[in-house]
């Protein structure tokens, strides 16, 4: 008995009927009786991309191909899923070939600019897309990978001149808000960024790639249990997504879930390709957190040796280690710098500030400079920030909290005793000062809390939102406060808060905890701006840390209202700690420190280099170790370089 065989016709039929199960099976069965059948690979191949079965397709459509070399459809489709699989260097290859013989195809000039941007060619990319755009202006995923280019470029007011108008036009296109809020999140313009987010994710709710920028933007605002949803969320669309498995790391890492964290960098690793380099650089970083010096170098130095992107695993390795001057590492970041300067942007940026550090190890000033005014630069490029903006904020503070206004309210809100506050520019000794009191058996350490910044951000800000609360709402506020920063562990009664910027809220803490403690620390004003140069910070409340000028500017503001603070606060609430006094006397001024607090001395706090617990600032190697000097006066050894910082200041050199 003769069974009748399927025919192409037959599959097309089921095919442009949309029924493509019946006609993916009908394919099947021809290829397999006919191996020189090139159509029904192709389909087949076609049907299979679509259900996301990417290898499989690409080895048919390849085959098609190699059966009918001269089939125009056959090249273009194959490219289109090659971009898909992210073999973006072959679609590259068979692009370029395809363009031969139709230079003007829009679909085959997009694939073309997209797999020079994911190769990190980026002027290339950049032009690739000015030039399809030409032939397909209206082209929007076309308009929008452009926009994408030029933020990887760093070129963020040309990526907003794309993209305002494409969400103009275009009110429902996802990822052109995506884009957006992105390119505000490098500003540091988090506010805008976050609806942005929001409604690219209500409109196109199953994005992977929003969920993780989201949840990054959530992180970097410190609202860790959200970012952490958004990450999770990220990881269920797509599963083996290395970014979000890293991101959720993180906020695991800040949420003090340290082994949930590890397991996450290192299912990341196991991933394999540039997946490895970054998540050895996260597990070396959490370790370097908890004290782990020797594990985490062993972890960088992995990531570094395994030939990925490399930047980040050098500038926390430099964070822990003094460089010699013949240490292979100044060879290995400046040839990498070389390599990518131009293609990579945000990655030279951190090459730049691990250059500088490893150069400042060796006390070569001028390199380390170069590297220093170049990264610094980089980043300032990209973010928001008005000086004088900042000023009139300070001022509109100071004439929001008098010496009447706070004395009208004493008393008014939470009468809890346990938060203690640590705060100070950054880079001036907070952190030295929290560890020692972190070392008490009574005191835990809990970082940089977001507590504060939270309850202020919902109130309307300060000062704007302060004027309109009553002494019920003081009280409400001061318990919410205890509540979100959570309770001490281990039987302890103190929580410092080591939030450097919380000097802003000093009046406001004042109304809302009138019994918490105030800690000020104080450090030379040159050193303090010249190590904040030094670092690229990963918090966006740091603007000012880019530009020397704004730098020194930004502190004279701090001064200015530090001044108010210091002339309204009373005295049994508020103490002021010098950096360098501590350096020079340490148990004085320990000891000074816990009868502030009320508490009966205890001799660990003089061994604070040996409390363990995770220490998540740029300081991190510092309060690993005795008290040193060599931090007191630093400036002096690299005046030359600091001009603008100096006359901001009004010091001389």
Not at 103 to 112: A, D
Request: hydrophobic share 45%.
């Amino acid at each position: 008995m003769n069974v009748r065989q399927p025919t192409l016709q037959e599959a097309f039929a089921l095919h442009g009927q949309g029924r493509v199960g019946e006609a993916a099976r009908l394919y099947e069965a021809i290829a397999a009786r006919e191996p020189g059948n090139a159509e029904a690979r192709h389909y087949l191949g076609a049907i299979l991309a679509s259900a996301g079965r990417l290898r499989d397709a690409k080895a048919l459509m390849k085959r098609a191909l190699e059966l009918k070399p001269n089939e125009f459809a056959y090249l273009e489709n194959y490219v289109g899923v090659l971009a898909l699989a992210e073999d973006y260097a072959e679609a590259l290859d068979h692009c370029e070939r395809a363009l031969k013989r139709q230079p003007r195809n829009p679909n085959l000039l997009y694939l073309h600019a997209v797999a020079l941007q994911k190769l990190d060619r980026l002027d290339e990319a950049r032009d690739a897309f000015v030039a399809m755009q030409r032939v397909a202006p209206g082209h929007l995923a076309g308009r929008k990978e452009h926009a994408v280019t030029l933020t990887r470029l760093g070129e963020l007011d040309e990526a907003l001149a794309i993209i305002e108008p494409l969400i103009a036009a275009q009110p429902r296109f996802a990822d052109a808000y995506l884009v957006r809020a992105n390119i505000r999140s490098i500003r540091g313009d988090l506010g805008l960024a976050l609806p942005d987010y929001e409604r690219a994710i209500a409109l196109q709710p199953n994005a992977h790639e929003t969920w993780y920028s989201y949840g990054r933007a959530l992180d970097t605002l410190g609202r860790f249990e959200p970012a952490l949803a958004a990450f999770d969320r990220a990881l269920a669309l797509r599963p083996n997504y290395a970014d979000a498995l890293i991101g959720r790391g993180g906020a695991l890492k800040m949420l003090d879930r340290l082994p949930e964290a590890v397991a996450c960098f290192d299912q990341a690793s196991a991933l394999g390709g540039d997946a490895v380099t970054k998540g050895l650089s996260a597990r070396g970083a959490a370790l370097a957190e908890t004290g782990d010096a020797d594990e985490a170098g062993t972890c960088l130095r992995q990531a570094i040796a395994s030939g990925g992107n490399s930047a980040a695993a050098w500038l926390s390795l430099a964070d822990i280690v003094k460089f010699e001057a013949d240490d292979p590492g100044f060879a290995a970041m400046e040839s990498r710098l070389a390599e990518i300067a131009r293609r990579q942007p945000s990655e030279a940026q951190l090459l730049h500030f691990a250059l500088a550090k490893a150069y400042l190890d060796i006390r070569d000033s001028a390199r380390a400079f170069a590297h220093l005014d170049a990264g610094n630069r980089s980043k300032r490029a990209q973010i928001v920030y008005d000086a004088e903006a900042n000023r009139a904020q300070i001022a509109s503070i100071v004439a929001a909290f008098p010496a009447e206004t706070l004395a009208r309210f004493a008393g008014a809100g939470s009468p809890a005793t346990t938060p203690i506050f640590v705060v100070g520019m950054p880079r001036s000794g907070t952190t030295l000062i929290e560890q020692i009191l972190a070392s008490h058996p009574t005191i835990h350490g809990a970082g940089e809390l977001q507590a504060l910044p939270h309850i202020v951000a919902e109130i309307g800000g300060v000062p704007n939102g302060v004027a309109a609360l009553t002494a019920e709402d003081l009280a409400q506020l001061g318990d919410d406060y205890v509540e979100r920063a959570g309770e001490p562990p281990g039987g302890k009664t103190r929580v410092v808060d080591k939030l450097p910027a919380n000097f802003l809220n000093l009046g406001f803490i004042r109304l809302i905890l009138p019994e918490a403690r105030i800690i000020h620390v104080r450090r030379d004003p040159v050193d303090t701006c010249l190590s904040c140069y030094t670092k690229n910070f990963k918090a966006a409340n740091l603007p000012y840390t880019y530009e020397q000028t704004e730098l020194g500017l930004y502190y004279r503001d701090y001064q200015t209202l530090m001044a108010h603070w210091r002339a309204t606060l009373p005295a049994s609430h508020f103490l002021e700690v010098d950096y360098e006094t501590v350096v020079d006397d340490l148990e004085t001024q320990a000891r000074r420190m816990i009868a502030f607090l009320g508490l009966p001395w205890d001799p660990a706090c003089l061994e604070f280099h040996r409390t363990r617990r995770a220490v998540r600032t740029a300081s991190v190697n510092q309060v690993r170790k005795p008290i040193y000097r060599s931090s007191v006066g630093r400036w002096r050894e690299h005046a030359a370089y600091l001009a603008p910082l100096l006359k901001a200041l009004g010091v001389e050199a």
